[in-house]
C-alpha cells in the first residue's frame, strides 16, 4: 500500500506476519509510538523534499529492509527511543529533535547528515557505531556521547564534523578514552571512569559570545599529559 499524503498513525507495524508488506510513503508521516519493521516487511520512503520528514516518537526496531530516495529524513521526536536491529538500518538523513535522547543498539550507517538537537548515545559499554559517508552537526543544546575508547569508534562517519557553539560532547565511557583534539568544543565533558588523555594540545573551547567554552570533569581522570 500506499501511505496518504501527511499521514499520522499511533504506531506502524509491518511485515511482522507471514505475508510479505511493502509500505510506501511518498510524503510526510508521524508515528506517534513505535516503528516496527518485521522480517517480511519493507518501509520505502519516497519523500521529494526535505520537508516530508518520517517522524516517530518511539522506537525504530528493523528485522526487514528500509528504503529511501534522495530527500529522505527520518526524525526522532519523542523523549526516551531507541534504534535497534537485528538489522542495522542504513538511513539517508536523521534528526535528533531537542526533546529526544535516541540510543543506538545496533550498528547504523547515515549517507547524509546526522543532526543532533537532543542527546544522542551510542549505546551501552563502548556502544556502536555509525559509518557511512554521512556528516555530523551537533546544533546548540545538542549533547553526543562517546563510550568508545575514541570519537571515530561511535562517529566513524567520512564526513565533515561541525560542533556548534551551545553543544556539548561528553566522553563517559567505562574505561580508558582518547579525547579527540581536532574538534573545537563548545562544552566538553569528562565522565565515566579510566583515564581520558589528549593526543596533542585541545583547541580553545567556543561559545556564541566568547571563544573560551566549558570544561567539566564530572568523573574519571583527564590527563593532560605535556599539552
Do not use: E
Request: charged content about 5%; overall charge positive.
Amino acid at each position: 500500500p500506499t501511505a496518504a499524503s501527511s499521514a499520522v498513525c499511533r504506531s506502524l507495524v509491518l511485515g511482522t506476519g507471514a505475508v510479505s508488506c511493502t509500505l510506501t510513503v511518498p510524503s510526510r508521516m508521524t508515528a506517534s509510538g513505535n516503528v516496527t519493521i518485521g522480517a517480511k516487511g519493507t518501509l520505502l520512503h519516497t519523500a521529494n523534499s526535505s520537508s516530508s520528514a518520517f517522524s516517530l516518537t518511539g522506537n525504530w526496531t528493523n528485522a526487514g529492509a528500509f528504503l529511501y530516495t534522495s530527500s529522505s529524513t527520518v526524525t526522532f521526536a519523542g523523549v526516551s527511543q531507541y534504534l535497534a536491529g537485528p538489522n542495522a538500518t542504513t538511513f539517508r538523513r536523521v534528526t535528533i529533535n531537542a526533546s529526544s535522547t535516541t540510543t543506538l543498539a545496533i550498528n547504523t550507517t547515515i549517507t547524509n547528515r546526522l543532526s543532533v538537537s537532543g542527546t544522542f548515545d551510542p549505546g551501552t559499554g563502548t556502544g556502536f557505531v555509525v559509518s557511512g559517508s554521512g556528516t555530523v552537526q551537533v546544533n546548540s543544546g545538542g549533547q553526543l556521547l562517546v563510550r568508545a575508547s575514541t570519537f571515530a569508534g561511535n562517529y566513524a562517519q567520512t564526513g565533515t564534523k561541525t560542533i556548534n557553539s551551545g553543544s556539548t560532547v561528553n566522553y563517559l565511557g567505562s574505561g580508558d578514552q582518547t579525547v579527540a583534539t581536532n574538534y573545537t568544543y563548545s562544552t566538553l565533558r569528562i565522565g565515566g571512569s579510566g583515564v581520558k588523555s589528549l593526543t596533542g594540545n585541545l583547541p580553545s573551547l567556543s561559545s556564541s559570545s566568547t571563544n573560551r567554552g566549558n570544561l567539566y570533569v564530572d568523573a574519571a581522570t583527564f590527563d593532560l599529559s605535556t599539552f
